[in-house]
Nanobody, 119 residues
Framework: QVQLVESGGGLVQAGGSLRLSCSTS????????IGWYRQVPGKQREVVAS???????NYADSVKGRFTISVDNAKNTVYLQMNSLKPEDTAVYYC?????????????WGQGTQVTVSS
């Protein structure tokens, strides 16, 4: 079981920055993959950025060059630094963790944090 708690959302003007944090109940070094998704009403949840425990990072095309995911294993916290924010980045952002146990995979989600970018 992995518990995830997000923080850092809020209201920001276009062009501004925010940093989201996700604290995990388990050592981030032991989690197979961890990342951020976002969702707007009426649309499917989409991946924003993820990082594997091997250090491989992936980003959605829409955020490449603007968002950066990082992990602090000493604090068991994952961050999403969001720069040059656009109104279309407005969404609820969810922290996600994927943990493999043998042949089984488990997905865990945080409660979500609202990010609103005004034009």
């Amino acid at each position: 079981q992995v518990q995830l708690v997000e923080s850092g959302g809020g209201l920001v003007q276009a062009g501004g920055s925010l940093r989201l944090s996700c604290s995990t109940s388990r050592s981030t070094a032991s989690i197979n993959a961890i990342g951020w998704y976002r969702q707007v009403p009426g649309k499917q949840r989409e991946v924003v950025a993820s990082v594997s425990n091997g250090g491989s990072k992936n980003y959605a095309d829409s955020v490449k060059g603007r968002f950066t995911i990082s992990v602090d294993n000493a604090k068991n916290t994952v961050y999403l630094q969001m720069n040059s924010l656009k109104p279309e980045d407005t969404a609820v952002y969810y922290c996600h963790a994927h943990q493999e146990v043998g042949f089984l995979g488990f997905d865990y989600w945080g409660q979500g944090t609202q990010v609103t970018v005004s034009s």
